[in-house]
């Protein structure tokens, strides 16, 4: 059996799943409890007014009085979401299974990351899992990398797409920084590479398969 010798650690929202997929399921949910006579239309009209940039919670306790902001923010939370990983991200992520530690980091509550790692079906897949909630600090807080240092190992990666606060970090403790590219403009959380470069990746792929060339 081979000794692994580098770790690949990875975000979670927009890197190994679409974000904007878990707020459909969300506001899915929403819908179905809220009006469940007319989910699809009040479903329809949830995702205008996200899209238009108008506060969608705001906008639903307005017509429904008995759910308050705070109400639909925690179904929005702990909702267990439909989401998913296609057969080609799955082979990558077992192919790299095989040739590292694996590890998640992770900014956001522990139930609703959690809940998104379990719909995946990746719950047994990471040697480590590390959520902000759970330790007290987000990123780019060094001490979210350091929970890596137990492992002795020569490399450490680090895939992410958030290019205002996953990077810096990691670049700066020697870790090797790989950004999934928002090819088709759907992160909820905008790239923007214009950035200096102490925020930018040293490294952009297109898909996960790409990893395969580089791990």
Not at 15 to 29: N, P, W
Not at 41 to 47: D, G, K, P
Not at 89 to 116: C, F, H, M, P, Y
Request: hydrophobic share 35%.
């Amino acid at each position: 059996m081979s000794i692994k010798n580098k770790i690949i650690a990875f975000d979670l929202d927009d890197t190994l799943y679409k974000e904007i997929d878990f707020l459909k399921s969300a506001y899915m949910e929403i819908a179905s409890i809220v009006d469940k006579s007319h989910s699809e239309t009040l479903y329809n009209n949830m995702i205008s007014n996200y899209y238009k940039g108008n506060n969608v919670f705001k906008f639903i306790s307005e017509t429904y009085a008995a759910y308050t902001v705070e109400r639909l923010l925690k179904i929005y939370r702990e909702h267990y979401p439909s989401i998913s990983l296609s057969n080609e991200e799955w082979n990558v992520l077992l192919k790299l299974k095989t040739e590292a530690i694996t590890g998640l980091i992770t900014d956001g509550r522990s139930s609703t990351q959690r809940n998104k790692v379990k719909a995946l079906g990746l719950e047994n897949y990471f040697d480590k899992i590390v959520i902000s909630e759970e330790i007290g600090y987000s990123k780019p807080d060094i001490r979210l990398f350091n929970e890596f240092k137990k492992y002795d190992v020569s490399q450490y990666y680090y895939v992410a797409n958030d290019t205002r606060k996953d990077f810096v970090t990691p670049n700066k403790i020697g870790w090797i920084t790989i950004c999934l590219i928002d090819v088709n403009n759907q992160n909820i959380q905008k790239q923007d590479f214009s950035l200096s470069e102490y925020y930018l990746p040293q490294i952009k792929i297109k898909t996960l398969n790409a990893l395969l060339n580089i791990i």
